[in-house]
């Protein structure tokens, strides 16, 4: 694809696959907001091979951009999450990444 497209269709087909993947991945986080722990769970309704078989890498931010904890994930996994050091009332973002996508969302703790 790379000798045949041009950068515009490349750019383009990028863009539209990450159109899909917006539509069609989903994050599942209980409880949120969270007080000690949560669990987050990710899924994909479509064709599997769309997302390839590398793992996607989730990585937590807080609110002034530091990374507070990275981690490798696959879709229909269910991961438990803690972060003590984060003090109630703050958000926590997260993205995860593969190739070159991108979802991101929040994740609020409180008292």
């Known amino acids: 694809m790379e000798n045949i497209c041009s950068d515009d ?3 383009e ?8 993947y917006d539509k069609q991945y989903h994050v ?3 409880p949120n907001p969270f007080k000690e722990q ?4 990710t899924s994909f309704e479509g064709w ?6 590398e793992p ?3 990585t937590f931010y807080d609110d002034q951009g530091n990374v507070l904890k990275t981690n490798t994930i696959r879709p229909d996994e269910v ?3 803690s972060f ?3 003090p109630a009332g703050k958000t926590i973002f997260y993205r995860i990444t593969w190739e070159e996508f991108v979802i991101s969302g929040q994740i609020l703790k409180t008292n």
């Open 79 to 81: 991961h438990s999450y």
């Open 9 to 11: 269709e490349r750019l």
């Open 48 to 53: 599997q091979f769309f997302i390839g078989e």
């Open 38 to 41: 949560f669990e987050m769970q």
């Open 28 to 30: 599942k986080i209980t």
């Open 13 to 20: 087909t990028k863009r539209a696959r990450q159109a899909y």
């Open 56 to 58: 996607q890498i989730i």
């Open 84 to 86: 003590p050091d984060v």
